[in-house]
């Protein structure tokens, strides 16, 4: 979808901004641009809507050469997302969302329908703050309209220069997930710039690890964690870049651990046999339709029915969610497991992640990238030297 052949950047003082970069970024993909500060990330995503021209090379977007298309028709194609927003402040944030769709000449009501639609997909009612002013809203609420506004002519291509880079950390994280949230629905192709390691593992399809006007490595965020290519993208990433790989480890199914699992209607004599006989201290307790409902120790268990004994449980994670957020929820509830229920609204009961079991998954993880690399290793040893 974006593709980059042989592209140099050298500014007039000589600076090589960007030295004989290739890569692709597929449709629907996100890929975020990580480095230190002047290695050529802002340089490479303003070549691609033409703000700053290339010195060699070209750069391909639906297979077409940009070059060739004039700029103002190229960049109705490309969302552009910049850390100082840049909205209008005399206008309000409906008037801002809806600019670009009246610029391309839509009707103005439809242009503002539009704009509250996508209003409410960022995460802002348009009832509330639709006519507030830039000024009248939180860093975080411009950011959002900021994304608001870049999606508003439904570009295929987002190119993201740190649009999260000038709010607090925790808003920051809140809107790294509804972001991806967002991107899951409307799956853009997408270049995102960040100096931030734990932002790129957070959002990237893929990352690019870059040196100075190169890139080091590009590979997904667990290769890239697991298997840094260079012993400068290993510093990059940084010694704790096993706790990082929590964050992009999913739990899967055969991580659980399967503890006996009794009914809210079962009676409680007959869970406790159960229970005594299989030598296990607790159950998991699903209702009549199956779901969570929480966890029963065998020794409270006495007369009636298992719903007399029984004790709520909320802290559960999908299948998939990551080995970060299950140790988040751990320590949150304070829990020696979590449930782990189908995804996608399922909510079926597939098990329980302990932390020796959220261990081993992470072992898992690190032994299988420790086999990729020694793979890659014995391709290489049997590359012919001459
Ligand atoms: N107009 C310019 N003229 C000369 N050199 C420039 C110009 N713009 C950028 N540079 C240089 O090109 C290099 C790459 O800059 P670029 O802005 O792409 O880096 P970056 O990785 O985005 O950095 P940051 O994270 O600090 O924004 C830097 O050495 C910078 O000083």
Same mark, same amino acid.
């Given at each position: 979808?974006?593709?980059?052949?042989?592209?140099?950047?050298?500014?007039?003082?000589?600076?090589?901004?960007?030295?004989?970069?290739?890569?692709?970024?597929?449709?629907?993909?996100?890929?975020?641009?990580?480095?230190?500060?002047?290695?050529?990330?802002?340089?490479?995503?303003?070549?691609?809507?033409?703000?700053?021209?290339?010195?060699?090379?070209?750069?391909?977007?639906?297979?077409?050469?940009?070059?060739?298309?004039?700029?103002?028709?190229?960049?109705?194609?490309?969302?552009?997302?910049?850390?100082?927003?840049?909205?209008?402040?005399?206008?309000?944030?409906?008037?801002?969302?809806?600019?670009?769709?009246?610029?391309?000449?839509?009707?103005?009501?439809?242009?503002?329908?539009?704009?509250?639609?996508?209003?409410?997909?960022?995460?802002?009612?348009?009832?509330?703050?639709?006519?507030?002013?830039?000024?009248?809203?939180?860093?975080?609420?411009?950011?959002?309209?900021?994304?608001?506004?870049?999606?508003?002519?439904?570009?295929?291509?987002?190119?993201?220069?740190?649009?999260?880079?000038?709010?607090?950390?925790?808003?920051?994280?809140?809107?790294?997930?509804?972001?991806?949230?967002?991107?899951?629905?409307?799956?853009?192709?997408?270049?995102?710039?960040?100096?931030?390691?734990?932002?790129?593992?957070?959002?990237?399809?893929?990352?690019?690890?870059? $040196?100075?006007? @190169?890139?080091?490595?590009?590979? +997904? #965020? %667990?290769?890239?964690?697991? &298997?840094?290519?260079? *012993?400068?993208? /290993?510093?990059?990433?940084?010694?704790?870049?096993?706790?990082?790989?929590?964050?992009?480890?999913?739990?899967?199914?055969?991580?659980?651990?399967?503890?006996?699992?009794?009914?809210?209607?079962?009676?409680?004599?007959?869970?406790?046999?159960?229970?005594?006989?299989?030598?296990?201290?607790?159950?998991?307790?699903?209702?009549?339709?199956?779901?969570?409902?929480?966890?029963?120790?065998?020794?409270?268990?006495?007369?009636?029915?298992?719903?007399?004994?029984?004790?709520?449980?909320?802290?559960?994670?999908?299948?998939?969610?990551?080995?970060?957020?299950?140790?988040?929820?751990?320590?949150?509830?304070?829990?020696?497991?979590?449930?782990?229920?189908?995804?996608? $609204?399922?909510? @079926?009961?597939?098990?329980?992640? +302990? #932390? %020796?079991?959220?261990?081993? &998954?992470?072992?898992? *993880?690190?032994? /299988?990238?420790?086999?990729?690399?020694?793979?890659?290793?014995?391709?290489?040893?049997?590359?012919?030297?001459?």
């Amino acid at each position: 979808m974006i593709r980059f052949e042989h592209v140099t950047k050298r500014y007039p003082d000589g600076t090589t901004a960007v030295d004989d970069l290739s890569f692709e970024v597929a449709e629907g993909e996100l890929v975020t641009l990580v480095g230190p500060s002047g290695c050529g990330k802002t340089t490479t995503m303003k070549m691609v809507n033409r703000l700053i021209e290339p010195s060699e090379g070209r750069i391909l977007l639906g297979g077409e050469d940009i070059a060739t298309l004039d700029p103002v028709e190229l960049r109705r194609r490309i969302g552009y997302v910049i850390q100082q927003v840049g909205l209008f402040p005399h206008k309000t944030v409906l008037e801002n969302t809806a600019t670009v769709p009246r610029l391309l000449g839509g009707q103005r009501r439809a242009a503002r329908e539009r704009a509250a639609e996508l209003l409410d997909l960022v995460g802002l009612d348009p009832a509330v703050h639709g006519d507030r002013y830039p000024d009248q809203l939180s860093g975080g609420q411009r950011q959002r309209v900021g994304v608001a506004r870049a999606l508003a002519a439904d570009p295929p291509v987002l190119l993201m220069d740190e649009p999260f880079g000038a709010v607090d950390p925790v808003v920051r994280e809140r809107l790294q997930s509804e972001f991806l949230r967002l991107q899951q629905r409307v799956r853009k192709t997408v270049l995102f710039v960040t100096h931030d390691i734990e932002e790129a593992v957070r959002l990237g399809d893929r990352i690019a690890v870059y $040196g100075s006007g @190169r890139i080091e490595q590009l590979d +997904t #965020p %667990a290769t890239v964690l697991g &298997a840094p290519a260079t *012993s400068y993208v /290993a510093d990059f990433v940084g010694a704790d870049r096993g706790l990082k790989r929590l964050s992009v480890t999913p739990i899967e199914p055969d991580d659980l651990e399967q503890p006996p699992v009794v009914r809210l209607d079962d009676p409680a004599g007959a869970a406790a046999a159960r229970l005594r006989g299989e030598g296990a201290r607790w159950a998991v307790v699903l209702d009549a339709d199956g779901l969570l409902h929480g966890w029963v120790a065998a020794e409270t268990l006495g007369d009636g029915a298992v719903r007399d004994h029984a004790r709520r449980m909320d802290a559960w994670l999908p299948v998939g969610a990551t080995l970060k957020q299950a140790f988040s929820v751990m320590l949150q509830h304070d829990a020696g497991w979590i449930a782990v229920l189908d995804g996608a $609204g399922g909510n @079926r009961f597939r098990g329980v992640l +302990t #932390p %020796a079991r959220l261990h081993a &998954a992470l072992r898992r *993880s690190i032994d /299988a990238d420790a086999r990729d690399v020694a793979r890659a290793e014995v391709e290489l040893d049997s590359v012919p030297t001459v």
